[in-house]
């Protein structure tokens, strides 16, 4: 067996393989990571196969729909996922081929409705149905702390006590640990006794993990993260530096054409000087009047950089070749101290 973690923050992925037919499978994995996934396989000589979630994540976004456009490889998760990408959906019991590997699904709802474990050799990934020293939390969306009660102690913790865990996350950097240390040590399962364990689970009082909304939308939908709008619009766009900009400004060619796109306010208060106003939300239906030459350049800005970075994805999708944003907004212009202007369009 080929084995690799991969820790991001507080979340692990993992890799998979099989040494004598270099099929691999990826758990877990996390969508800023994906060249280091591909290029861990590619060191080891592996093929990736699968793309498995443990369950649906609330605190981190999931690669495996893009890796699996990437790779043209299938995307597996529990059948009770609600996620409309997912290309094998496993039941209880079944198990995924990969090379001679096989890695066994184990449904363990809880903390979520569709989390399950998978056991391969002498190892059980535990997604966050089992931590060390802890459980998946079940206040999250289809949480249940009964049905996490049933997955751990008539499920996992009756799997071979010397079975390694491996967690879908461990915040004090221990690799891993095994179900029978768990049984011994994890302050979590020493309530063995159901309503003393749902009653602790439901009065942990967490708080919220950062970008809850924005996980449970991109993973449960197969939809894009705002960070991946920004960064896939910002592949296809070259900036400008605000020096380049103030010597362009500075030259006293006039070939340059600096468009505004924050709102009429924000513009009123203090823009470049001559730049035209057209506000990101307009931009589509006013380009035919307000920008006539297609094969002028043109600077987008905005306040931050972000917006800006879109509307010239949107120009270049348009035809405008020439346009090109600013590497920073308005912001940076102020802070640089460079000359800002108040008042309306001329
Ligand atoms: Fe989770």
């Given amino acids: 067996m080929i084995f690799e973690t991969v820790a991001t923050g507080g979340c692990r992925s993992y890799v998979i393989g099989c040494e004598d037919t270099c099929a691999a499978a990826l758990i877990d994995p996390e969508l800023s990571q994906i060249d280091r996934y591909i290029a861990l396989a590619a060191r080891h000589g592996l093929r990736i196969r699968y793309l498995v979630d443990t369950h ?26 609600p996620a409309p990408f997912i290309d094998l959906r496993l039941q209880g019991g079944e198990l995924l081929i990969v090379g001679r590997l096989r890695l066994q699904a184990l449904h363990t709802p809880g903390h979520t409705r569709d989390s399950m474990c998978l056991c391969v050799e002498d190892r059980v990934f535990t997604g966050d149905t089992l931590l060390i020293g802890g459980t998946g939390r079940t206040d999250l969306p289809s949480g249940d702390a009964g049905a996490l009660y049933e997955s751990l102690f008539e499920g996992v913790l009756r799997l071979d006590p010397a079975l390694k865990v491996y967690p879908a996350h461990e915040y004090k ?3 891993h640990s095994s179900i029978g240390q768990e049984l011994a040590e994890n302050p979590r399962l020493q ?22 909304t924005e996980a449970l939308r991109t993973n449960m939908t197969g939809g894009k993260t705002v960070d991946q709008m920004l960064s896939e619009a910002a592949a ?28 009429r306010d924000a513009f009123e208060e203090g823009h470049i000087s001559g730049a035209r106003l057209l506000p ?21 800005y905005c306040e931050f950089g972000r917006v800006s970075t879109l509307a010239t994805a949107t120009l270049r999708q348009m035809g405008f070749h020439g346009a090109v944003a600013l590497d920073g907004g308005m912001k940076a212009w102020r802070e640089a101290g460079h000359a800002v202007k108040a008042g309306k369009e001329p």
């Avoid at 990101?280 to 987008?300: A, C, S, Y």
């Fill in 236 to 263: 296809t766009v070259p900036f400008m530096s605000l020096g380049e900009l103030k010597a362009c400004l500075g030259s006293g060619r006039d070939d340059l054409v600096v468009l505004d796109v924050r709102e």
């Fill in 173 to 175: 950097g221990r690799s």
């Fill in 191 to 212: 309530k063995s006794d159901r309503k003393a364990f749902i009653e602790m689970m439901q009065n942990l009082n967490l708080t919220m993990p950062t970008h809850v």
């Fill in 56 to 81: 649906t994540h609330a605190d981190h976004f999931s690669a495996t729909q893009q890796l699996g456009r990437q790779l043209r490889v299938p995307v597996v998760m529990h059948s009770a996922s």
């Fill in 280 to 300: 990101r939300g307009q931009l589509e239906l006013r380009v035919n009047q307000e920008l006539t030459d297609p094969t002028k350049r043109i600077l987008v």
